[in-house]
């Protein structure tokens, strides 16, 4: 069945297939840390049970997050030694240590403290038990830190010399911080927080049309609203200050988003079209002229290379054109809702039928959105797996077709039964809080021991 397909591109979808999944998690955790450490200052700041009760409701979705992330991870980091041997032996001098560092610095922590978050509540004080959240919080977005910083650096490689086929490092500071690094770090981090605010405003939406009316879910509700509007404006301004930072390191990528085939001056911005290679046009094109050029280069004649600039380094078309569009399509829908409801909570504080069914609709938007973005940013990489290093056909193995093909099915499968696993438990945790009617779990009593003579009743 696989034996006519080549190795390389099945390698490639295979590995797709796990980045696609393994980064729906850690896109959750990183930011819902964060919110449950908000969910316990105000607990602290208030004295109201009702906070605690939304942290406990969301710690158990975050620690169902985390594993499912940490187990996902696993699965693709041995993809590195068995698909793409040519990766390390060229720039495992470089990833290495940054996922290592990863690792050490941040996963520990992460671990360490998660075991405070989830067991610790009647065992330490409320001030210990922030602090653990605080830290684990921390360690989400240290190892956001990391990992951005390598696919950054493949992305936007500096810091390095290349010595027999291997890259040395010249300045690890260069490195890390490399020319897309802050960009990218940015958006993501705002795409997570979006992510966990449309999660959060959704499944306590879910819960209101439920008529599940505890103050925990009208707090939840208001938080993941109230992010949401925050973000969306911040997330647009990062993403068009990331699109001129690609336009500079990675022109090709650009084209090829932008539909843009010929090199021109006053290029359009095309608003739909079917991109088409063999006559290097978009069929059905609506554009609307010299506006790509305006927020690209904030010129009306400005020029923007097409993919006729690079004949033989530019990434498929179609795949990047669509995927930005349902990326920017997304967002918009999410600054539209998050508006509006924030609009509407506070005026009548509370939503109406049509918000709620509305957020309850936009529960994984954030999934829809970072997946497009994610694949706008690892396809438009192509035909490179480091941008100008190394290619993505150097760093292949020669593992056979079949055997790869055989294995991207069991992972498919296996993938498609857990995201509908996670999503069942999600709402099966959210319809058990609501049956519970917020009230917090019975705390555990340690018996005492009954001493001779001591009536039972004395214990």
Do not use: C
């Not at 590995?15 to 105000?42: E, G, Q």
């Not at 930005?324 to 924030?342: C, D, K, N, P, Q």
């Not at 970072?370 to 694949?375: D, F, N, S, T």
Request: charged share 10%; net charge positive; proline share 6%.
């Amino acid at each position: 069945m696989f034996a006519s397909v080549d190795p390389v591109i099945l390698a490639r979808i295979q590995f797709a297939a796990n980045i696609t999944f393994h980064i729906l998690f850690p896109t959750i955790s990183i930011s819902l840390a964060w919110v449950l450490l908000f969910f316990k200052l105000r607990y602290g700041k208030t004295g109201d049970e009702s906070w605690m009760n939304a942290y406990r409701v969301w710690v158990k979705i975050f620690a169902l997050t985390f594993a499912l992330g940490v187990v996902s991870g696993i699965t693709m980091s041995f993809q590195f030694g068995t698909n793409w041997p040519g990766y390390m032996e060229t720039v495992g001098n470089v990833a290495g240590p940054l996922l290592a560092y990863e690792v050490l610095t941040a996963f520990f922590l992460e671990a360490t403290f998660l075991g405070i978050m989830l067991f610790g509540m009647r065992r330490v004080s409320n001030r210990m038990h922030t602090i653990a959240t605080l830290l684990v919080a921390g360690g989400t977005t240290l190892s956001a830190f990391w990992i951005l910083a390598l696919n950054s650096w493949m992305q936007t490689p500096a810091g390095f010399e290349m010595i027999d086929g291997r890259a040395h490092v010249t300045s690890w500071l260069a490195v890390i911080f490399n020319p897309s690094f802050p960009y990218r770090l940015v958006h993501m981090l705002l795409a997570s927080g979006l992510t966990v605010a449309f999660l959060v405003a959704g499944v306590s939406a879910w819960r209101w049309l439920r008529n599940d009316r505890s103050p925990d879910v009208m707090h939840a509700l208001r938080t993941g609203v109230t992010l949401a509007a925050i973000l969306i404006p911040l997330q647009i301004v990062a993403g068009d200050l990331h699109g001129l930072n690609t336009l500079h390191h990675q022109p090709a990528k650009i084209a090829a988003m932008e539909g843009i085939w010929k090199t021109e001056k006053g290029a359009p911005a095309v608003l739909f079209g079917l991109p088409n290679a063999r006559t290097q046009s978009n069929d059905f094109e609506i554009a609307i002229p010299k506006l790509a050029s305006i927020y690209l280069t904030h010129k009306v004649d400005g020029e923007i290379l097409g993919i006729d600039a690079f004949p033989d380094r530019h990434p498929p078309v179609a795949p990047l054109f669509f995927a930005f569009r349902i990326m920017v399509g997304v967002g918009l829908l999410m600054l539209a809702v998050s508006w509006l409801g924030a609009w509407q909570l506070r005026r009548q504080g509370a939503p109406s039928k049509w918000l709620a069914r509305a957020l309850v609709a936009m529960t994984f938007s954030g999934w829809i959105a970072l997946v497009a973005g994610w694949y706008v940013t690892e396809i438009g990489r192509q035909p490179y797996l480091v941008y100008g290093v190394l290619t993505t056909a150097q760093a292949a193995s020669k593992v056979p077709a079949t055997m790869i093909g055989s294995t991207l099915a069991m992972y498919l499968t296996l993938y498609l039964l857990l995201i509908v696993a996670y999503i069942s438990v999600v709402f099966h945790l959210a319809r058990k809080a609501g049956k519970a009617g917020g009230t917090p779990e019975p705390a555990i009593e340690t018996p005492q021991p009954v001493l001779p003579g001591q009536p039972r009743s004395a214990q």
